[in-house]
């Protein structure tokens, strides 16, 4: 299948990058064809991270946001910057690049799907469920498109009746917007050696959750950020805490990658740190509906 241009990965960027080109095709009056293909089930399927969002490029990509819909319900209120100890929460002078006045504290998922559907209101083709599992390449080397996987391959390794073979899409430009180390855009790196006389990069694991709480514990807008317990002095880590609107609350924990001890668990010091007194409140009686890492 050809196109003028292919874009792998249906996350944020990946999709204001087709809904700008095709915007900018109409300005010029020319026709541009984009096709959009992401490996979850639907667009937002895998984004489950509660968010601040600074809505200026959403300014910019649409000016009548509002008019069209956008999920952005609930404005920042209070931000709070704690350092927790095992039993105190000791409140810091927020830094200024965490004041979140004229943020939104938002679902990016529906964020996304919202997106998805501005997008193919334009013209762009996506499609769902469909992972690209290589990348092409012409004889001289230069990016020619990608590849999906095949579906329908049982666990022992055969075709099943529901067997389709991957498709191969070529494009006069490709784009990957995998997000943070995607399965193809490190091929890219070593192939093309990207990351030569670039700082490295930090890595961390993220675990999130969704929570439902009860209507007296939600405060819509606040956020919250922490550091300090349960991490010892020698770990990098912290979480977030967003509070949505219909009484959801986003949950999460980062640790750093270069964390010393071999027996720590990250998911465990997330738990721990849901039992803190400044913390446990939020969620007393609720329930969580989600999670992932």
């Known amino acids: 299948m050809e196109y003028d241009v292919v874009i792998v990965g249906g996350g944020p960027s990946g ?3 087709a809904i700008r ?9 020319r026709e541009v064809n984009v096709c959009l293909i992401e490996k979850g089930s639907e667009i937002g399927a895998h984004i489950l991270s509660g968010a601040v969002l600074e809505p200026r490029a959403l300014d910019e990509l649409f000016p009548d946001w509002k ?6 319900n609930t404005p920042a209120g209070e931000d709070r910057f704690l350092f927790l100890t095992e039993k105190r929460a000791i409140k810091l002078p927020t830094p200024p690049q965490m004041h979140n006045h004229g943020n939104y504290v938002i679902s990016l998922g529906s964020l996304c799907r919202w997106l998805g559907q501005q997008a193919e209101g334009l013209g762009v083709e ?6 690209a599992a290589e990348v092409l390449y012409h004889e001289d080397g230069s990016v020619k498109g990608v590849a999906t996987g095949d579906l329908g391959i049982g666990k022992d390794g055969q075709h099943t009746e529901n067997y389709q073979p991957g498709m191969e899409l070529h494009a006069k430009q490709t784009i990957f917007a995998e997000g943070c180390r995607g399965s193809l855009t490190k091929t890219l790196m070593q192939k093309f050696n990207l990351r030569a006389g670039v700082d490295p990069q930090a890595y961390g694991i993220g675990i999130k959750e969704l929570w439902e709480v009860k209507p007296e514990r939600h405060q819509p807008g606040l956020i919250v950020h922490t550091t300090g317990w349960p991490m010892d002095r020698q ?3 912290g979480s977030f805490l967003y509070h949505l609107e219909n009484n959801q609350v986003a949950v999460g924990f980062v ?3 270069d964390y010393q001890n071999p027996w720590m668990s990250p998911f465990d010091e997330f738990q721990r740190f849901k039992t803190h007194p400044a913390i446990r409140g939020f969620f007393e009686n609720g329930r969580r509906i989600a999670y992932g890492a």
């Open 15 to 17: 999709l204001a990058c």
């Open 255 to 257: 640790v750093g990658l």
């Open 235 to 237: 770990t990098y880590g």
């Open 21 to 29: 080109l095709k915007q900018l095709a109409a300005e010029k009056g």
């Open 126 to 131: 996506i499609y769902p469920g469909f992972a």
């Open 67 to 72: 008019a069209l819909g956008a999920p952005l």
